[in-house]
């Protein structure tokens, strides 16, 4: 089994930036983290154990998501208020997700979590997001910020899930944000959370420096690309595109239920 604290081999370096390259291009285009590529990836290429690959994985988000925000915010794409308002959420329920964890069953949460995915999945198929358009912040919009924040940082703490493939939706739907804005905003939310969660994972050894640089470089090679893709397609192909994406995570996670039934059975 391959050691993830050994030193990397030349072979091991090309692994991680071709698990960033793939990384930061879903990155940029549809706003996530990356951390559903990257923590599998980590744990069926590089032998990592799936703790380890969690806090690489928050270290190599840390240099993709500054540049995508960048990225995006060249172009006004990026809502700094919105940002640190569901930050503030998500960092008080990473809180409650954390205290849950022990308390709930695994099954029942990944049950539950493939549910809202895929009512996400079929109103995000629905809808067909506007790219021009203002947001007003007043009280109801702050509230409903903070309450999607809540849930983005408590289902991050249980299930181990980016930010992103919560809070695009979320936005798009619930609160009239462009899909653009809302995959910016996304990402700039995203640096205070993995930052914290990088810090933390150092502490408890969960990190490998090497590889999490390595991945984070191969990501911000490709993170504007895919940011450039996104504004090319149109808002009705992005939503598609999305929706697939969801899927994907939607069949991962039955997977990963289904072999805990059986692991639990036999």
Not at 164 to 189: C, E, N, Q, R, W
Request: charged letters at 10%; one cysteine or more.
């Amino acid at each position: 089994m391959t050691d993830p604290a050994a030193p990397a081999r030349p072979r091991a370096w090309l692994r991680f930036v071709l698990i960033g390259l793939a990384a930061g291009l879903l990155s940029g285009l549809f706003g996530v983290g990356g951390g559903t590529v990257i923590v599998p990836a980590l744990v069926a290429f590089a032998g990592f154990d799936r703790r380890r690959a969690a806090g690489t994985s928050l270290l190599a988000i840390v240099p993709t998501s500054l540049v995508g925000t960048l990225t995006y915010g060249l172009d006004g794409h990026v809502s700094v208020l919105t940002a640190a308002i569901l930050a503030a959420g998500t960092v008080v329920g990473a809180q409650i997700g954390a205290w849950l964890l022990a308390r709930l069953s695994q099954q029942v949460l990944r049950w539950a979590f493939v549910a809202f995915l895929v009512v996400v999945a079929v109103q995000l198929f629905l809808t067909v997001p506007l790219r021009d358009g203002s947001i007003e912040v007043g009280p109801g919009l702050i509230a409903g910020l903070v309450a999607v924040g809540l849930v983005t940082g408590i289902l991050s703490g249980l299930l181990g899930v980016g930010g992103g493939v919560i809070v695009v939706p979320a936005m798009i739907l619930l609160f009239g944000y462009s899909d653009l804005l809302a995959k910016g905003t996304s990402l700039l939310m995203m640096i205070p959370t993995a930052v914290s969660g990088t810090v933390a994972n150092l502490r408890r050894g969960f990190v490998d420096w090497r590889g999490g640089l390595l991945v984070g470089l191969g990501a911000c090679l490709t993170v504007t690309l895919g940011s450039w893709v996104a504004r090319l397609l149109e808002p009705r192909v992005a939503n598609l595109l999305f929706v697939a994406f969801l899927l994907f995570l939607i069949w991962k996670t039955v997977a990963e239920a289904l072999r805990a039934r059986r692991a639990q059975r036999g």
